[in-house]
């Protein structure tokens, strides 16, 4: 499986901004399909993530109501739409898959995106 996220930028505090993941190769082994962030000088972190085969989600105290993961199957593809952006939500986006095998064991990453929200 070969993970594929876009959609970073600069953009400022209160702004939107929707991130894109595109998954291609042996999708069907895919289970769920986490976001990720890493800000410079701290650890990665859970952002939410999304059951492909049923749609639910879960999101990180620190974006629920602002952030929404929604997917679309016929492009193989996961969106991470962000408002009402602050400047601590500036990082390093990552999206990340798991299989049934081993839930929330993230086999699979993308390459990062890199979101800057400036004050």
């Known amino acids: 499986v070969q993970l594929q996220a876009s959609g970073g930028g600069l953009v400022q505090a209160g702004d939107s901004l929707r991130l894109s993941c595109v998954a291609s190769?042996?999708?069907?082994?895919?289970?769920?399909m986490a976001w990720f962030r890493q800000a410079p000088g701290k650890e990665r972190e859970f952002v939410g993530d999304?059951?492909?085969?049923?749609?639910?989600?879960d999101y990180a105290d620190s974006v629920k109501g602002r952030f929404t993961l929604s997917k679309d199957n016929d492009k193989n593809t996961v969106y991470l739409r962000m408002n009402s952006l602050k400047p601590e939500d500036t990082a390093v986006y990552y999206c990340?898959?798991?299989?049934?095998?081993?839930?929330?064991?993230?086999?699979?990453w993308g390459q990062g995106t890199l979101v800057t929200v400036s004050s």
């Open positions: 999304i059951i492909w085969a049923l749609g639910t989600t």
């Open positions: 190769g042996r999708t069907f082994v895919i289970y769920s």
């Open positions: 990340a898959a798991d299989t049934p095998a081993q839930r929330r064991v993230y086999d699979y």
